[in-house]
Protein backbone atom coordinates (compact mmCIF):
# COMPACT_ATOMS: atom_id res chain seq x y z
CA UNK A 1 0.00 0.00 0.00
CA UNK A 2 1.14 3.47 -0.37
CA UNK A 3 2.60 5.68 1.98
CA UNK A 4 2.40 8.91 0.01
CA UNK A 5 0.61 11.43 2.75
CA UNK A 6 -1.73 11.73 0.33
CA UNK A 7 -2.89 8.38 -0.62
CA UNK A 8 -7.12 7.81 -0.35
CA UNK A 9 -7.43 4.29 0.74
CA UNK A 10 -11.22 4.33 -0.23
CA UNK A 11 -12.78 6.54 -3.39
CA UNK A 12 -14.49 10.17 -2.62
CA UNK A 13 -18.32 10.03 -2.91
CA UNK A 14 -19.42 11.51 -6.08
CA UNK A 15 -22.05 14.12 -4.38
CA UNK A 16 -20.54 14.17 -0.93
CA UNK A 17 -16.63 13.54 -1.37
CA UNK A 18 -16.12 15.86 -4.93
CA UNK A 19 -16.43 19.73 -5.12
CA UNK A 20 -18.55 22.05 -6.55
CA UNK A 21 -15.69 23.72 -8.36
CA UNK A 22 -13.34 26.70 -7.30
CA UNK A 23 -15.54 28.82 -9.95
CA UNK A 24 -18.84 28.16 -8.67
CA UNK A 25 -21.26 29.63 -9.36
CA UNK A 26 -19.70 30.47 -13.06
CA UNK A 27 -17.88 27.36 -13.67
CA UNK A 28 -18.90 24.22 -11.48
CA UNK A 29 -17.24 20.23 -11.64
CA UNK A 30 -20.17 18.30 -13.45
CA UNK A 31 -20.31 14.11 -11.88
CA UNK A 32 -21.57 12.43 -15.69
CA UNK A 33 -24.32 9.91 -15.18
CA UNK A 34 -25.74 9.82 -18.93
CA UNK A 35 -24.19 10.45 -22.52
CA UNK A 36 -26.11 11.13 -25.45
CA UNK A 37 -25.37 7.34 -26.65
CA UNK A 38 -26.74 5.64 -23.58
CA UNK A 39 -30.33 3.60 -24.02
CA UNK A 40 -30.58 2.89 -20.46
CA UNK A 41 -30.69 4.95 -17.35
CA UNK A 42 -27.88 5.47 -14.99
CA UNK A 43 -28.02 7.12 -11.86
CA UNK A 44 -26.31 7.53 -8.79
CA UNK A 45 -26.86 5.65 -5.74
CA UNK A 46 -26.54 7.83 -2.94
CA UNK A 47 -25.20 5.43 -0.44
CA UNK A 48 -22.60 3.75 -2.18
CA UNK A 49 -21.80 6.44 -4.73
CA UNK A 50 -21.90 4.11 -7.33
CA UNK A 51 -24.23 3.98 -10.93
CA UNK A 52 -26.81 1.88 -10.82
CA UNK A 53 -29.49 0.93 -13.38
CA UNK A 54 -32.18 3.16 -12.87
CA UNK A 55 -34.41 1.82 -15.67
CA UNK A 56 -33.83 1.35 -19.79
CA UNK A 57 -34.91 4.20 -21.76
CA UNK A 58 -38.73 3.85 -22.88
CA UNK A 59 -38.56 5.24 -26.18
CA UNK A 60 -35.86 5.66 -28.63
CA UNK A 61 -35.17 9.43 -27.41
CA UNK A 62 -31.88 9.55 -25.73
CA UNK A 63 -30.39 12.28 -23.80
CA UNK A 64 -28.81 15.19 -26.14
CA UNK A 65 -26.10 16.06 -23.92
CA UNK A 66 -24.05 14.71 -21.35
CA UNK A 67 -26.08 14.63 -18.39
CA UNK A 68 -25.31 14.62 -14.51
CA UNK A 69 -25.28 16.93 -11.08
CA UNK A 70 -23.49 19.24 -9.37
CA UNK A 71 -21.54 18.18 -6.29
CA UNK A 72 -22.31 18.96 -3.04
CA UNK A 73 -25.30 20.43 -4.56
CA UNK A 74 -29.09 20.08 -2.66
CA UNK A 75 -32.42 21.14 -4.04
CA UNK A 76 -34.31 22.31 -0.95
CA UNK A 77 -36.38 24.75 0.49
CA UNK A 78 -34.01 27.90 -0.85
CA UNK A 79 -34.20 25.99 -4.80
CA UNK A 80 -37.86 25.90 -4.11
CA UNK A 81 -38.07 29.58 -3.36
CA UNK A 82 -36.67 30.93 -6.63
CA UNK A 83 -39.94 28.54 -8.85
CA UNK A 84 -42.14 30.70 -9.63
CA UNK A 85 -44.60 27.17 -9.90
CA UNK A 86 -43.78 25.65 -6.26
CA UNK A 87 -41.76 26.43 -3.00
CA UNK A 88 -40.58 22.59 -3.14
CA UNK A 89 -37.25 21.43 -4.30
CA UNK A 90 -36.69 17.83 -5.03
CA UNK A 91 -33.81 16.54 -2.50
CA UNK A 92 -31.60 15.73 -4.33
CA UNK A 93 -28.32 17.29 -6.34
CA UNK A 94 -28.89 19.97 -8.73
CA UNK A 95 -29.17 17.98 -12.58
CA UNK A 96 -26.76 19.40 -15.33
CA UNK A 97 -26.99 19.22 -19.03
CA UNK A 98 -23.30 20.03 -20.57
CA UNK A 99 -22.74 20.24 -24.18
CA UNK A 100 -19.64 19.52 -25.72
CA UNK A 101 -18.77 19.55 -29.45
CA UNK A 102 -16.61 15.82 -29.00
CA UNK A 103 -18.31 13.44 -28.40
CA UNK A 104 -17.94 11.77 -24.70
CA UNK A 105 -19.13 8.24 -24.48
CA UNK A 106 -18.15 7.56 -21.07
CA UNK A 107 -19.83 8.21 -17.87
CA UNK A 108 -18.58 8.33 -14.40
CA UNK A 109 -16.52 11.44 -15.18
CA UNK A 110 -15.77 14.72 -13.66
CA UNK A 111 -16.17 17.88 -16.24
CA UNK A 112 -15.48 21.35 -15.92
CA UNK A 113 -18.36 23.19 -17.40
CA UNK A 114 -19.55 27.03 -17.70
CA UNK A 115 -22.62 27.63 -16.33
CA UNK A 116 -25.01 29.40 -19.27
CA UNK A 117 -28.38 28.66 -18.22
CA UNK A 118 -31.08 26.35 -17.61
CA UNK A 119 -34.48 24.61 -17.69
CA UNK A 120 -37.04 25.19 -15.10
CA UNK A 121 -38.70 22.00 -15.05
CA UNK A 122 -41.56 20.82 -12.33
CA UNK A 123 -41.63 17.04 -11.47
CA UNK A 124 -44.79 15.99 -9.99
CA UNK A 125 -44.84 19.44 -7.82
CA UNK A 126 -41.16 19.51 -6.82
CA UNK A 127 -38.70 21.86 -8.56
CA UNK A 128 -36.11 19.96 -10.55
CA UNK A 129 -34.08 22.02 -12.03
CA UNK A 130 -31.88 21.39 -15.23
CA UNK A 131 -29.04 23.89 -15.22
CA UNK A 132 -27.31 24.07 -19.16
CA UNK A 133 -23.38 24.56 -18.88
CA UNK A 134 -20.75 24.44 -21.71
CA UNK A 135 -17.39 22.00 -21.54
CA UNK A 136 -14.61 24.16 -20.27
CA UNK A 137 -12.00 24.73 -22.54
CA UNK A 138 -14.32 23.51 -25.36
CA UNK A 139 -13.22 25.58 -28.56
CA UNK A 140 -16.20 25.28 -30.71
CA UNK A 141 -18.36 26.67 -27.21
CA UNK A 142 -15.63 28.86 -26.37
CA UNK A 143 -17.81 31.76 -26.62
CA UNK A 144 -21.21 31.08 -25.08
CA UNK A 145 -21.72 32.88 -22.19
CA UNK A 146 -25.44 32.71 -22.03
CA UNK A 147 -28.40 30.32 -23.14
CA UNK A 148 -28.91 32.75 -26.49
CA UNK A 149 -25.61 32.07 -28.21
CA UNK A 150 -26.62 28.30 -27.84
CA UNK A 151 -28.77 27.34 -30.99
CA UNK A 152 -32.57 27.22 -30.31
CA UNK A 153 -32.83 23.62 -31.60
CA UNK A 154 -30.61 22.21 -28.93
CA UNK A 155 -32.34 24.16 -26.02
CA UNK A 156 -35.91 22.66 -27.73
CA UNK A 157 -34.46 19.06 -28.22
CA UNK A 158 -33.50 18.55 -23.99
CA UNK A 159 -36.80 20.19 -23.63
CA UNK A 160 -38.74 17.50 -25.36
CA UNK A 161 -36.42 15.19 -24.00
CA UNK A 162 -37.11 16.14 -20.38
CA UNK A 163 -41.15 16.32 -21.08
CA UNK A 164 -41.36 12.55 -22.41
CA UNK A 165 -38.50 10.51 -20.87
CA UNK A 166 -40.72 9.50 -17.78
CA UNK A 167 -44.22 9.02 -20.13
CA UNK A 168 -45.41 5.16 -20.38
CA UNK A 169 -46.96 3.88 -23.91
CA UNK A 170 -50.73 4.58 -24.06
CA UNK A 171 -49.93 8.19 -21.90
CA UNK A 172 -51.16 11.46 -23.72
CA UNK A 173 -49.69 13.50 -20.54
CA UNK A 174 -47.27 14.23 -18.47
CA UNK A 175 -46.57 15.55 -14.48
CA UNK A 176 -43.56 17.03 -15.51
CA UNK A 177 -43.79 20.62 -16.78
CA UNK A 178 -40.41 22.49 -18.65
CA UNK A 179 -42.29 26.34 -18.23
CA UNK A 180 -39.14 28.72 -17.90
CA UNK A 181 -35.99 28.85 -20.04
CA UNK A 182 -33.60 31.01 -18.62
CA UNK A 183 -29.88 32.62 -19.14
CA UNK A 184 -26.77 32.45 -17.17
CA UNK A 185 -27.70 34.87 -13.85
CA UNK A 186 -30.76 33.06 -13.04
CA UNK A 187 -28.82 29.75 -13.61
CA UNK A 188 -25.74 30.86 -11.13
CA UNK A 189 -28.67 31.79 -8.56
CA UNK A 190 -29.84 28.52 -8.61
CA UNK A 191 -26.54 26.92 -8.22
CA UNK A 192 -25.29 29.33 -5.28
CA UNK A 193 -29.26 28.05 -3.58
CA UNK A 194 -28.70 24.49 -4.03
CA UNK A 195 -24.79 24.93 -2.83
CA UNK A 196 -26.31 26.50 0.59
CA UNK A 197 -29.14 24.05 0.79
CA UNK A 198 -26.69 21.46 0.78
CA UNK A 199 -24.56 23.70 3.54
CA UNK A 200 -27.80 23.63 5.56
CA UNK A 201 -28.05 19.64 5.15
CA UNK A 202 -25.56 17.88 5.34
CA UNK A 203 -23.03 20.65 6.54
CA UNK A 204 -19.92 20.07 4.82
Not at 19 to 34: C, D, F, R
Not at 79 to 95: I, K, M, N, W
Not at 119 to 143: F, R, S
Not at 170 to 190: C, F, M, P, R
Request: some cysteine; hydrophobic content about 35%; aromatic content about 8%.
Amino acid sequence: MSKHPDFHQFRPHPWHGLTVGENAPEVVNAYIELTPFDSVKYEIDKETGYLRVDRPQRFSSQPPTLYGFIPRTYCADRVGELSLTTDEGDLDPLDICVLSERPITRVELLVSCRVIGGLHMVDHGEADDKIVAVLENDTVWADARDIGDVPEVLIERLRHYFLTYKMVPGETTSNVQVDTIYGAAHAQKLVRAAMADYQEHFGK
